[in-house]
């Protein structure tokens, strides 16, 4: 296994996510891609031109969420695991499958939050959308201990 592909949502179940993966990638000697998918910008959604300051916003977010993706790939290499940042815009699940054929992933490994049958009959999940449609074995690490 040379590749794995860490789905980053920067959300409580990050480090979960990051120490399992760090686990895989010692004993398989792996590189790691930390993959963040970026929300895309509202003038993207709406194809019409937001208020300068919506802009604004949501540059300073993306530069956030970078910054916060970069040390993760930073404490990784730190620890003498490869590791590489990216961040792409689009939507979630059609960015992940995409970038892991890319990239080549041997592995994908994605965090789940818990949320229950009715939130997923509504909204969906990433994961399962993932795990359907993965040309690659997906882990799938809880957010909770039970």
Request: proline share 5%; aromatic share 4%; with cysteine.
């Given at each position: 296994?040379?590749?794995?592909?860490?789905?980053?949502?920067?959300?409580?179940?990050?480090?979960?996510?990051?120490?399992a993966t760090s686990k895989l990638a010692r004993a398989m000697e792996s590189k790691v891609f930390l993959l963040h998918i970026a929300a895309p910008e509202p003038t993207f959604v709406t194809y019409e031109p937001g208020p300068e300051h919506e802009r604004q916003f949501r540059a300073k977010q993306l530069r956030v969420e970078h910054r916060d993706l970069q040390k993760l790939a930073d404490e990784m290499e730190e620890s003498g695991i490869k590791a590489e940042a990216l961040m792409v815009p689009g939507a979630t699940v059609a960015k992940l499958l995409e970038e892991a054929d890319r990239l080549k992933a041997d592995l994908m490994v994605m965090g789940s939050h818990g949320h229950g049958a009715l939130y997923h009959l509504l909204v969906g999940s990433v994961t399962d959308g993932v795990i359907r449609k993965a040309e690659c074995p997906v882990m799938v690490v809880p957010s909770r201990k039970e």
């Amino acid at each position: 296994m040379k590749t794995i592909l860490a789905a980053i949502d920067l959300s409580d179940v990050t480090h979960l996510l990051i120490e399992a993966t760090s686990k895989l990638a010692r004993a398989m000697e792996s590189k790691v891609f930390l993959l963040h998918i970026a929300a895309p910008e509202p003038t993207f959604v709406t194809y019409e031109p937001g208020p300068e300051h919506e802009r604004q916003f949501r540059a300073k977010q993306l530069r956030v969420e970078h910054r916060d993706l970069q040390k993760l790939a930073d404490e990784m290499e730190e620890s003498g695991i490869k590791a590489e940042a990216l961040m792409v815009p689009g939507a979630t699940v059609a960015k992940l499958l995409e970038e892991a054929d890319r990239l080549k992933a041997d592995l994908m490994v994605m965090g789940s939050h818990g949320h229950g049958a009715l939130y997923h009959l509504l909204v969906g999940s990433v994961t399962d959308g993932v795990i359907r449609k993965a040309e690659c074995p997906v882990m799938v690490v809880p957010s909770r201990k039970e």
